[in-house]
Structures are given as structure tokens and as C-alpha cells.
């Protein structure tokens, strides 16, 4: 079984340029989360989808940033216009229905670089 | 809103030997899960182990195991027999059952354990 795919594993971007992350669930796995994790601090939680659906995007931390995910299956990251503090190491993971945490699966994470 | 801490940057443990990783958390919740993740360099994050709020029986998986103080709201994990593949980023999580906010994880900042030959 294929696992969490991630890509780009690195990205070092421009201050004010677009950068696109994104992220292939496990086949099947309806729930699918992005995280970050923000260089000397905690991993923080910024959305979580029900196939094509934003289930919670609480985490969000501005409208800088856009989640999609085309037809429930992969999901796209879009920050634009790229920060110095949005830097960081973005995670995703995913789940099949009606699982918590104890079923996630998480990608190798995406290492953002904005300069 | 809960937090989760780990008091521990850095922690290093000689080879076969014994160490214990810290974490305390906050929360009002009474339904609660708490986890440990381990990601080795460059590599995913998984899990370690698990632990429900409500049971009493502290959590344990082969060389792992947990000492869940609920009162003291303390989930400190030990490893045991320590292995060079266990050095990695351990992290601490929360989550919570039921209601607004179900299924995210809290995660602490974590520790970096290097088992050293």
C-alpha cells in the first residue's frame, strides 16, 4: 500500500512569490489533515477535509492561504503571497472514515523555505 | 483550549539503557486521547502509542510504555532496552472527543532523543 505522498519535499521560495504544496492521501482514506510545524515551535493543526469537503479550517492562519481538495482525493496547499513566517515544515496526513488520530498516516512533510 | 508541553529540547541515552521523555498537558476536557509520535530523520511521523483518558492502566507496546497521571496531567513515555533506531523527534498530542475540534491533534513542541553506541 502506497503511503503519504508529499511533494515538494523542499521549497525555498521568495518573499511575496506563490508556493503550492501538495499532498496524496492513502486511496481511500476519506479524512486527509494539514499541519505545520513552525521552526522552535509546536506542530499546529490548520484544516482537516471529508473528501472534497472542509471539515474544520480553524487553524488557518489567513486568507493567504488556500486549501483545495479536487474530487476528495489529492489536496493542494496554496500560500500566496508567500511570508518569511510562514516557513516551516508542513505535514499532511490522512485516515478512512470514522478514525481518529491512532489511524493517521502522515507524509515526510514539505520543508518551506521563504527568503 | 488545551496545550500540551515537553519540558526536554534535547535527551540523550547511551545504548540498552533506559530514559524517560516528559510531557504535561492542559485541558478541561474529561474525554481525551493522548499520543506519542516518533519521526526518525527524514522520515514520517507514526505512532508510538496511545493512551485513553478513562483508563486507568498505563499503555505499553513492547519496549514502550506510558506513566498516565491524570490528576497531575502528566503522560511521561519510557523507553526501554533503548535501540540506535529509536533516535528521532518524539512528540507529545491531545485530542479531544466530542464536539467543535474533534480529531486535531495538540502537539508539544517535542524532544530530540539520540541514542548513542
Known amino acids: 500500500e502506497a503511503g503519504v505522498t508529499q511533494f515538494p519535499s523542499h521549497s525555498v521560495i521568495e518573499k511575496g512569490q506563490t508556493v503550492t504544496l501538495r499532498c496524496d492521501p492513502i486511496s481511500g482514506h476519506d479524512n486527509l489533515y494539514w499541519y505545520r510545524r513552525v521552526m522552535g515551535k509546536e506542530i499546529k493543526f490548520l484544516l482537516h477535509f471529508v473528501k472534497e469537503s472542509k471539515q474544520d479550517e480553524s487553524g488557518m492562519p489567513n486568507n493567504r492561504f488556500l486549501a483545495e481538495r479536487t474530487g476528495g482525493t489529492y489536496s493542494t496547499l496554496k500560500v500566496q503571497p508567500a511570508e518569511l513566517e510562514d516557513s516551516g515544515v508542513y505535514f499532511c496526513a490522512s485516515s478512512q472514515p470514522f478514525t481518529g488520530p491512532e489511524g493517521y498516516t502522515f507524509g515526510s512533510g514539505t520543508r518551506l523555505t521563504v527568503v | 483550549a488545551q496545550t500540551v508541553t515537553q519540558s526536554q529540547p534535547e535527551m540523550s541515552v547511551q545504548e540498552a539503557e533506559t530514559v524517560t521523555l516528559s510531557c504535561t498537558y492542559d485541558?478541561?476536557?474529561?474525554?481525551?486521547?493522548l499520543f506519542w509520535y516518533k519521526q526518525p530523520p527524514s522520515r514520517q511521523m507514526i505512532l508510538v502509542i496511545r493512551?485513553?483518558?478513562?483508563?486507568?492502566q498505563n499503555a505499553t507496546e513492547n519496549r514502550f510504555s506510558v506513566n498516565f497521571q491524570k490528576a497531575a496531567k502528566s503522560f511521561s513515555l519510557k523507553i526501554s532496552d533503548s535501540q540506535l533506531g529509536d533516535t528521532a523527534m518524539y512528540f507529545c498530542a491531545f485530542m479531544k472527543l466530542g464536539g467543535a475540534g474533534s480529531y486535531q491533534l495538540t502537539f508539544g513542541k517535542g524532544t530530540k532523543l539520540s541514542v548513542i553506541p
Open positions: 493512551q485513553e483518558a478513562y483508563k486507568q
Open positions: 485541558t478541561s476536557e474529561s474525554n481525551y486521547y
